[in-house]
T-cell receptor, first 113, second 115 residues
Framework: GESVGLHLPTLSVQEGDNSIINCAYS??????FIWYKQESGKGPQFIID?????DKRQGQRVTVLLNKTVKHLSLQIAATQPGDSAVYFC????????????FGQGTILTVHP | GAVVSQHPSWVICKSGTSVKIECRSL??????MFWYRQFPKQSLMLMAT?????????EQGVEKDKFLINHASLTLSTLTVTSAHPEDSSFYIC???????????FGPGTRLTVL
């Protein structure tokens, strides 16, 4: 996963726009990936997951894309709403590590009305 | 379903005291529970993994004698921060998993402030 930094990347969008949040991972042995949303002062909330045998998965207003060649994961949020404002983390799990997740750096998403 | 609670939600203590944080899975049995620490504007860092009835596995750099973890039942794990110091002030988050490769369900976190 990404190394932890002191300053999270930020993304500002207008309400109704589509948002794309990116994540790079470094462990080629990771076979399961999850996107989480974390609001201020709360625990992470599951958004969507994808296994390494897939390259795309869609949920309600969200799509996750996985590019194993370049070790890149993205989260697309359609018609972004003010309630989507939060910090978004990707997390990866290595196939041999029982349940252990490694979290990425995180991105602060701000949606302006 | 799949609700995880933490208690307390926030705690303020004096330097040198010990603080216990509880993590409970309310509607499922958690074979494995995880404890994370999160500093402001940073990501979650895994501290330890605990399996019910066995000793916790600590991540590199995490002092097991300072962060005592007990997972005595399938619905409860506790994290005790012993002899807390101001640098231990952080947001502590637990997660619980029913086992296998199922997702982890996260608690709401506990904000610890050590004066």
């Amino acid at each position: 996963g990404e190394s932890v930094g002191l300053h999270l990347p930020t993304l500002s969008v207008q309400e109704g726009d589509n948002s794309i949040i990116n994540c790079a991972y470094s462990n080629s042995a990771s076979d399961y990936f999850i996107w989480y949303k974390q609001e201020s002062g709360k625990g992470p909330q599951f958004i969507i997951d994808i296994r390494s045998n897939m390259d795309k998965r869609q949920g309600q207003r969200v799509t996750v894309l996985l590019n194993k060649t370049v070790k890149h994961l993205s989260l697309q949020i359609a018609a972004t709403q003010p309630g989507d404002s939060a910090v978004y983390f990707c997390a990866e799990k290595e196939g041999t590590s029982y349940g252990k997740l490694t979290f990425g750096q995180g991105t602060i998403l701000t949606v302006h009305p | 379903g799949a609700v995880v609670s933490q208690h307390p939600s926030w705690v303020i203590c004096k330097s040198g005291t010990s603080v216990k944080i509880e993590c409970r899975s309310l509607d499922f049995q958690a074979t494995t529970m995880f404890w994370y620490r999160q500093f402001p504007k940073q990501s979650l860092m895994l501290m330890a993994t605990s399996n019910e009835g066995s000793k916790a596995t600590y991540e590199q750099g995490v002092e097991k004698d300072k962060f005592l973890i007990n997972h005595a039942s399938l619905t409860l794990s506790t994290l005790t921060v012993t002899s807390a110091h101001p640098e231990d002030s952080s947001f502590y988050i637990c997660s619980a998993s029913p086992g296998g490769y199922n997702e982890q369900f996260f608690g709401p976190g506990t904000r610890l402030t050590v004066l």
